[in-house]
């Protein structure tokens, strides 16, 4: 499944996929992976990415099924 | 500026990739070195330096059987789609028994042109794979329990000293 909500806020930031790798330090293979949903990250890169991006674990990573929007 | 050699230049998916192919060429290997060892028995049977032929592949393939075995007894890993219970394991001794059993009734027959013989042979060393193998694996699976569950009574003790 697609991360659009990490794609939307670096596209907000306006960084690319290579200075986000640069910033929290992975390559930038592994973000694409990830935006693109192929690559389920650490938790210790998702937080790198969200300090980076000033956004929060909930903001970028967390999914509401339909049982939580009820 | 000094290069460190040592430091790991991969990022964690490329870690994860790097692992994925590793594991693959474990497995590669270890069936790669087992197949050949058995096309070596059949291509020189005959040959008086047999076990000179096969025995680097043997020792490589001993090597690499124990380590992975004691690598995941230490850690109380057993197998991903198996459980250790008496019935998986006489299946697997069954299998490893049976197969073992035609390729030595094959070479039998090759090396005799006696077809009874053969086959009685090929019985007789199959069902002493499949003691062994049953042996082996009860052993093993007795062992990795008791490791199993020392390894959850020592987290459990961490956990209650963390605790306290």
């Known amino acids: ?70 | 500026m000094k290069k460190n050699n040592w430091k790991n230049n991969l990022d964690e998916m490329q870690e994860q990739k790097l692992l994925h192919i590793e594991r693959n060429g474990c497995w590669l290997a270890f069936w790669g070195l087992l197949i050949t060892q058995v096309i070596e028995m059949i291509l020189f049977d005959n040959s008086e330096n047999l076990f000179y032929y096969v025995a680097g592949e043997w020792i490589l393939f001993m090597v690499l059987a124990i380590y992975i075995c004691a690598g995941c007894l230490k850690n109380g890993i057993w197998a991903r789609q198996y459980s250790a219970d008496p019935a998986t394991n006489i299946k697997a001794s069954l299998i490893a028994g049976l197969v073992y059993g035609i390729i030595m009734c094959i070479l039998s027959y090759l090396r005799s042109g006696k077809l009874v013989g053969s086959i009685g042979g090929g019985i007789i060393s199959g069902g002493f794979v499949f003691v062994l193998c049953l042996v082996t694996l009860s052993i093993m699976a007795s062992a990795y329990k008791k490791r199993l569950e020392k390894l959850e009574k020592e987290e459990a003790e961490e956990e209650e000293k963390a605790d306290v």
Do not use: H
Not at chain 1, 10 to 36: P, W
Not at chain 1, 37 to 43: C, F, R, T
């Open chain 1, 1 to 70: 499944m697609k991360n659009l909500k990490l794609k939307f806020a670096r596209m907000e930031k306006d960084i690319s996929q290579i200075d986000l790798a640069k910033m929290v330090g992975v390559t930038r293979q592994t973000i694409g992976m990830i935006e693109s949903g192929d690559y389920n990250p650490s938790l210790n890169l998702c937080i790198a990415i969200c300090k980076a991006l000033d956004k929060t674990l909930n903001d970028l990573f967390w999914e509401e099924n339909e049982n939580e929007k009820k």
